[in-house]
């Protein structure tokens, strides 16, 4: 079973930066590496929302309008783990962060689609103040 756990997340003042990471575990063999893995947040009140998304293959990264210039996806597949680099924070990018993987590669009409993902992490909060 694959676990995902991320880090990194805390309180930062505006114009700030924080790195998330996203340690997994529990692969199996050559199947169960995850073809698309992203980042997602949810705000209280809100719906969980796709802002970073990667295809492990080739390193193709993807992001949302929202996040896009300053927010950076990254892998190390050394250290299973993914990152998601932040800078340029807003107090709008208040949220609570999920790492989530999907054993299909998922194209650009699912891939910001939350219910197509396999596995997520348990999330780690980010709070930026103005």
């Known amino acids: 079973q694959v676990q995902l756990v991320e880090s990194g997340g805390g309180s930062v003042q505006a114009g700030g930066s924080l790195r998330l990471s996203c340690s997994a575990s529990g692969y199996t063999g050559y199947t169960s590496v995850p073809a698309t893995m992203a980042w997602f947040r949810q705000a209280p009140g809100k719906e969980r929302e796709g802002v970073a998304f990667?295809?492990?293959?080739?390193?193709?990264?993807y992001y949302a309008d929202s996040v896009k210039g300053r927010f950076t996806i990254s892998q190390d597949n050394a250290k299973n783990t993914l990152y998601l680099q932040m800078d340029s924070l807003k107090p709008e990018d208040t949220a609570m962060y999920y790492c989530?993987?999907?054993?299909?590669?998922?194209?650009?009409?699912?891939?910001?689609?939350?219910?197509?993902?396999?596995?997520w992490g348990q999330g780690t909060q980010v709070t930026v103040s103005s």
């Open positions: 989530a993987a999907s054993r299909s590669y998922l194209g650009v009409r699912l891939r910001p689609r939350a219910q197509y993902y396999n596995y």
């Open positions: 990667i295809d492990t293959d080739d390193v193709t990264t």
